[in-house]
T-cell receptor
Framework: GAGVSQSPSNKVTEKGKDVELRCDPI?????LYWYRQSLGQGLEFLIYFQGNSAPDKSGLPSDRFSAERTGGSVSTLTIQRTQQEDSAVYLC???????????FGEGSWLTVV | KQEVTQIPAALSVPEGENLVLNCSFT??????LQWFRQDPGKGLTSLLLIQSSQREQTSGRLNASLDKSSGRSTLYIAASQPGDSATYLCAVRVADSWGKFQFGAGTQVVVTP
């Protein structure tokens, strides 16, 4: 696609429910990142994929968070048993394998009530 | 652990003035440094990328410098316009990681007509 696509753009969920956030990177981009941005905060790294493997998942805040990538393309970030502190914008970014510039999607705004 | 700091947190200037945004990082072992712009409710747009071997990069009214040894980068925006109002973030690609980018908290810029 022309850019990084994320869905849903907005999600309101009840505390304790599970949510899935989807990222469709730019075609041909092998590297994919998930970041989280809380209100008024900087970007917090969550996980990095190279192809379908995740060599760096050091930023996942708890075992309620998981992510996978299939076919070297689409990635899904899953948050189980959501808590209010999970409310944030979840941003996905991608780049080519040998490239340097990273391209961000518009983000998925998650509100846990 | 790499830490990235941006000062000031907020900046307001009249239209036509030059903008100077600062970014500092604690570990000089970086692959590159990237400047981004974020408009309210939107994702990040890449502005400039400086490789670790470069001293500066220019694009139109934007110029970014990099002094890796002192852990500093500066983004200059000449002849500011109201359309330049946004939050500007810098990010360093950590050298000993799998491609992780560490972000600063950003500088919120307002250019008044």
């Amino acid at each position: 696609g022309a850019g990084v696509s994320q869905s849903p753009s907005n999600k309101v969920t009840e505390k304790g429910k599970d949510v899935e956030l989807r990222c469709d990177p730019i075609s041909g981009h092998t590297a994919l990142y998930w970041y989280r941005q809380s209100l008024g905060q900087g970007l917090e790294f969550l996980i990095y994929f190279q192809g379908n493997s995740a060599p760096d998942k050091s930023g996942l805040p708890s075992d309620r968070f998981s992510a996978e990538r299939t076919g070297g393309s689409v990635s899904t970030l899953t948050i189980q048993r959501t808590q209010q502190e999970d409310s944030a914008v979840y941003l996905c970014a991608s780049r080519t394998g040998g490239g340097n510039t990273i391209y961000f999607g518009e983000g998925s705004w998650l509100t846990v009530v | 652990k790499q830490e990235v700091t941006q000062i000031p947190a907020a900046l307001s200037v009249p239209e036509g003035e030059n903008l100077v945004l600062n970014c500092s990082f604690t570990d000089s072992a970086i692959y590159n440094l990237q400047w981004f712009r974020q408009d309210p409710g939107k994702g990040l747009t890449s502005l400039l990328l400086i490789q670790s071997s470069q001293r500066e990069q220019t694009s139109g009214r934007l110029n970014a410098s990099l002094d890796k040894s002192s852990g500093r980068s500066t983004l200059y925006i000449a002849a500011s316009q109201p359309g330049d109002s946004a939050t500007y973030l810098c990010a360093v690609r950590v050298a000993d990681s799998w491609g992780k980018f560490q972000f600063g908290a950003g500088t919120q810029v307002v250019v008044t007509p």
